[in-house]
């Protein structure tokens, strides 16, 4: 291996870096290579296409054009403008990295690896991105990509999450890294591997470097780089409902250290062993809030996917039983009574937020009345 590296390092370099010049993506954070922009950039980027994200940044930014404007707003307005992102500890560390970027930091995002690691939310890659990419230090920048890159040209036949692997995928960075161009390199291999060393369907016959590619040579494209086992996708079915009393729908926060948390929902939760649906949203009320609900109808019925989990998530229209009391919270950690106009002002979770768009689409009077 040490020695094939040793042959293929520099003709590696000299075509990577030539076809990113001439193919790599136009990107909004690559205007400036400011610390704070590339930092954004790659937090939105994780668990997200790429479309997806350059949409979510302009948005961001337009809002938070520098640290301090980050630091300064409230949670709630931060994950509302995360709202459909997923992974929402991604926010929240945002956010207090800002904070401490503003106490520590005067505002300004450093660019010494051990610094940046010291901030929330920030591991091994992110500094390694944010450090190459916005001030060209000689530091590689190993991400799934890279790891897919590698791992066909070294046809590497060891799965990838390996400790000895991952070492090994590691020293083959620190080798191919080339001296004062880190920013290009690092950024034509995450391309590369995004747009022709792809996970699926590789474009071996565009790929410039086909003939330094032993998994080309070999037949392995299609298994590198080994992978676990998929684990088995879970099924969870859960029940929520939206009440309205005198004008208001009733929503409540997530507590801050509960998954989704800071998030706004309608109760709701998980059906019981044999339980309807129906059931569930009833039982549901009673024990996160106290209070007694019967349900008027169904509305609809979401599906969305977290990592290995298939949520099946059952949405109606209830009532109270009488003129609400005060809400006894116990899987929150505030309530709000809302006019429906004000709803779009509010993070959900990406169920309660699947479910106001099916109601804005197909049935926006719900949201005045939902028992109509």
């Known amino acids: 291996m040490n020695s094939y590296i040793q042959e293929v390092v520099e ?9 990113f010049k001439d193919n790599g993506r136009d990107l909004p954070w690559r205007k400036a290579y400011d610390p704070y922009c590339i930092w954004i950039s790659e937090i939105m980027l994780q668990q997200t296409q790429m479309d997806r994200g350059v949409e979510y940044y302009t948005r961001w930014m337009n809002r938070f054009p520098d640290i301090a404007a980050v630091a300064e707003a409230q949670e709630d307005e931060i994950l509302k403008l995360w709202e459909g992102l997923g992974y929402y500890a991604r926010a929240r560390n945002l956010h207090a990295a ?10 300004v995002m450093p660019c010494n690896p051990k610094e ?39 046809d590497i036949d060891t799965p990838v999450k390996e400790s000895k692997t991952k070492k090994n995928i590691e020293n083959i960075a620190i080798q191919l ?8 390199f690092n ?10 060393c792809r996970p699926r ?5 565009e790929c410039p470097i086909s003939s330094l590619c032993r998994a080309n040579s070999r037949g392995t494209v299609e298994d590198r780089p080994i992978l676990d086992k998929a684990k088995k996708t ?10 309205e009393e005198e004008g208001r729908l009733f929503i409540q ?4 250290d509960d998954i989704w948390g800071g998030l706004w929902e309608f109760p709701g939760g998980r059906l019981e062993d044999g339980e309807a649906a129906e059931e569930a949203v009833v039982r549901e009320y009673r024990e996160e809030t106290g209070f007694t609900v019967t349900v008027c109808k169904k509305i609809t019925t979401v599906t969305h996917f977290y990592t290995r989990y298939k949520v099946i998530l059952h949405c109606f229209s209830c009532k109270l039983g009488s003129r609400s009391p005060l809400p006894e919270l116990t899987a929150a950690q505030q309530y709000k009574w809302v006019f429906p106009e004000e709803i779009k002002a509010y993070g959900f979770p990406a169920g309660h937020r699947k479910l106001l768009e099916y109601i804005d689409a197909n049935c926006p009077e719900l949201l005045n009345d939902p028992c109509r």
């Not at 890294?177 to 290009?184: E, F, N, T, Y």
């Not at 369907?201 to 016959?205: A, E, H, M, V």
């Open 98 to 107: 800002a904070k401490q970027l503003m106490a520590e930091h005067e505002g």
């Open 116 to 154: 940046l690691l010291s901030l929330p939310g920030i591991g091994p890659y992110t500094a390694g991105a944010i450090s190459s990419i916005a001030c060209n230090t000689d530091i590689s920048a190993v991400d799934a990509n890279v790891i897919r890159v590698y791992s066909r040209i070294f």
């Open 11 to 19: 003709p590696v370099q000299k075509i990577l870096i030539s076809w």
């Open 177 to 184: 890294l080339p001296a004062g161009q880190a920013r290009v």
């Open 187 to 196: 950024q034509a291999l995450m391309d590369f591997g995004g747009m022709i």
């Open 201 to 205: 369907q590789p474009l071996c016959g």
């Open 253 to 256: 926060q997530r507590k801050s």
């Open 234 to 243: 879970l099924v969870i079915e859960m029940a929520t409902g939206m009440v």
